[in-house]
């Protein structure tokens, strides 16, 4: 049981390059998120998928399209890199939204746009 | 909009000390509250959750409580060890913006002195 899996966990971008990071959970969780963690700011979300064929926008969703693949995997695409966009990014999922439900997260991709 | 201040943003005690992390927030119509633990280049890592109606939860040596009304949380560290030493993030998920969506605190940085 690995939980929440990221794919890479380093990534050095060019400005105007496009790269996907990949997530997964094993969990049989239904909704799944990405954020970025950036110094002095805290983690924000960037979207999220409350359900399987459904996404919405979180705090910061410029620059990023994702795709929630099947009930398992929830990628995030950056079409067109921007050194702002350099960041941990970290993926998370939980059972439902309920307040009940606790989110469990990635080990994070630390990316760098030069 | 949401905001989540955590104060101190960092604390360093000697080995064996009780201690108080601090979080606050400015909307009382929250669905819970979570803290997080973060160790550095890793992910986050649950540690306790309190659902609105609830007032303090336990775990271990982990304490939290939380009330609405004033907007306050705070996580008790009893007799501190220096495996203890993290970063401790505090979020909170609203009715308004959907209990998916947490909204995170910078976080307070512990250092615990062997």
């Known amino acids: 049981n690995a939980g929440v899996t990221q794919t890479p966990k380093f990534q050095v971008l060019k400005t105007g390059q496009s790269m996907t990071l990949q997530c997964a959970q094993d969990m049989n969780h239904n909704s799944m998120y990405w954020y970025r963690q950036d110094p002095g700011m805290g983690l924000r979300l960037i979207y999220y998928?409350?359900?399987?064929?459904?996404?919405d926008k979180g705090e910061v969703p410029n620059g990023y399209n994702v795709s929630r693949l099947n009930k398992r995997e929830f990628s995030l695409r950056l079409e067109s890199a921007a050194p702002s966009q350099t960041s941990v990014y970290f993926c998370?999922?939980?059972?439902?939204?309920?307040?009940?439900?606790?989110?469990?997260f990635g080990p994070g991709t630390r990316l760098t746009v030069l | 909009k949401q905001e989540v201040t955590q104060i101190p943003a960092a604390l360093s005690v000697p080995e064996g000390e009780n201690l108080v992390l601090n979080c606050s927030f400015t909307d009382s119509a929250i669905y819970n509250l979570q803290w997080f633990r973060q160790d550095p280049g890793k992910g986050l890592t649950s540690l306790l959750l309190?659902?609105?109606?609830?007032r303090e939860q336990t775990s271990g040596r982990l304490n939290a409580s939380l009330d609405k009304s004033s907007g306050r949380s705070t996580l008790y560290i009893a007799a501190s060890q220096p495996g203890d030493s993290a970063t401790y993030l505090c979020a909170v998920s609203g009715t308004q913006g959907g209990s998916e969506k947490l909204v995170f605190g910078k976080g307070t940085k512990l250092t615990v002195n062997p």
């Open positions: 309190i659902q609105s109606s609830q």
């Open positions: 998370a999922s939980s059972e439902f939204g309920r307040e009940t439900d606790t989110q469990y």
């Open positions: 998928s409350a359900s399987e064929g459904t996404t």
